[in-house]
T-cell receptor, first 114, second 114 residues
Framework: DAGVIQSPRHEVTEMGQEVTLRCKPI?????LFWYRQTMMRGLELLIYFNNNVPIDDSGMPEDRFSAKMPNASFSTLKIQPSEPRDSAVYFC????????????FGEGSWLTVV | DAKTTQPPSMDCAEGRAANLPCNHS???????VYWYRQIHSQGPQYIIH???NNETNEMASLIITEDRKSSTLILPHATLRDTAVYYC???????????????FGPGTRLSVLP
């Protein structure tokens, strides 16, 4: 299995621009998570989906952030408009219902907003 | 979820065993101990988990004290590639556990020295 695949791996954008991060979970996994990691705040859960349905988005920082999962093999995290404080590494992760808390992470998308 | 306490950093000589402690004195009977690690520039990686019995896999061993208030992750022959941040997490593991608020604390930064 290829694991969780994220794109882009690195992105540098100007403040005010729209940013779209993409994720392909492991085939067959029915849970998908978006995390953000910064030096100051560590690893934070932003939102997670079960069977393509958003279950808990309480970690999404504000309305500028939105996430969708149109099908079982694809999810996006969008920031519009982006701000410098959004600079972070964004991880997507997935798991299947039977694996408890064994969560598989992608390699992350490194976002820099200037 | 029970709170965990880990030392912020540790050093280990290459080829020696690395013993990473975790305190979880408020753990409840149905909570598992999970260990993940994060190598620089990569996503967190699942290592091992256990309930009360000691566990071993190809990556590590997990020793849980009889009262379950603490545990130790053992990397039997540490290599330079094991340099990473190691996270100890206590969570209920049931089929209905969605991984929400799967909180990664600051962890232990393990440096394997040549």
């Amino acid at each position: 299995d290829a694991g969780v695949i994220q794109s882009p791996r690195h992105e540098v954008t100007e403040m005010g621009q729209e940013v779209t991060l993409r994720c392909k979970p492991i085939s067959g996994h029915d849970y998908l998570f978006w995390y953000r990691q910064t030096m100051m705040r560590g690893l934070e859960l932003l939102i997670y989906f079960n069977n393509n349905v958003p279950i808990d988005d309480s970690g999404m920082p504000e309305d500028r952030f939105s996430a969708k999962m149109p099908n079982a093999s694809f999810s996006t995290l969008k920031i519009q408009p982006s701000e410098p404080r959004d600079s972070a590494v964004y991880f997507c992760a997935s798991k299947d219902r039977g694996s408890g808390n064994t969560i598989y992470f992608g390699e992350g998308s490194w976002l820099t907003v200037v | 979820d029970a709170k965990t306490t880990q030392p912020p950093s540790m050093d280990c000589a290459e080829g020696r065993a690395a013993n990473l402690p975790c305190n979880h004195s408020t753990i409840s009977g149905n909570e598992y101990v999970y260990w993940y690690r994060q190598i620089h520039s990569q996503g967190p990686q699942y290592i091992i988990h256990g309930l009360k019995n000691n566990e071993t896999n190809e990556m590590a061993s997990l020793i849980i004290t009889e009262d379950r208030k603490s545990s130790t992750l053992i990397l039997p022959h540490a290599t330079l590639r094991d340099t990473a941040v190691y996270y100890c997490i206590v969570r209920v593991a049931s089929l209905d556990n969605y991984g929400q608020n799967f909180v990664f604390g600051p962890g232990t930064r393990l440096s394997v020295l040549p």
